[in-house]
């Protein structure tokens, strides 16, 4: 094993707020092609793919159920400091992905659903944006030479094992994110917690380090170090 999954940041180095009533997350390899969105087409996007497997009843229901609760994406707070600290984090990143996402109501919405999915699946966000980087470059209609799709690279065959069938979805913002972040989420758990051998899982290529290795590179690029202001003297 490389070691890679030790510089997977602490909550507090990648800005985790106390304060969401929901928990439950993963993701796949690309490098894109010919960007196609402006014509409605999908974008080709070169990935490995999850594999496949028999699932436990118990399992297959656990995530079903995970799928299928599709509250919005708002996140709730506790505290005003962690409302702020949330504002501080969107900011920053918004900043960041403006060159992939140049359309400010796009690029939050995106943001806040990315880290909403997250949270709820119990994943470092840093950790998701660097594999939405990897996987398909933030592009929300990539499909990989194996059929991935979309921003988390989910194979289709997900839909008719875990969700109602329907692949087309995968193309829907928050389902994509929300049946990444399962999936991911269900490899962490499968792997006790390795996130090395979960990235392999999630890519098809377990114990293998190149894709977890670049998606640990990535994740280096979305990390929120919070500096709240003091207050005036």
Known sequence: MSGASSIAPSAA????????????????????????????????????????????????????????????????FFTTEARLHYLRWLGTQSDRLRPRKPDLEVRRDFLQTVWYESKRAGLDVSLVLGLIQVESGFRKFAVSSVGARGYMQVMPFWTRVIGDGDPGKLFHMQTNLRFGCVILRHYIDREQGDLFMALGRYNGSRGRSPYPDAVFGAQRKWLFADRPQSPAA
């Open 13 to 76: 180095a990648s800005g985790s707020p106390a304060g969401l009533s929901r928990r439950g997350c993963l993701v796949s390899l690309a490098s894109l092609a010919a960007p196609a969105a402006w014509l409605g087409a999908p974008q080709v996007a070169y990935a490995g793919g999850q594999l496949e497997e028999p699932l436990m009843d118990s399992v297959r229901t656990a995530l079903s159920s995970a799928i299928a609760n599709q509250a919005p994406p708002e996140p709730e």
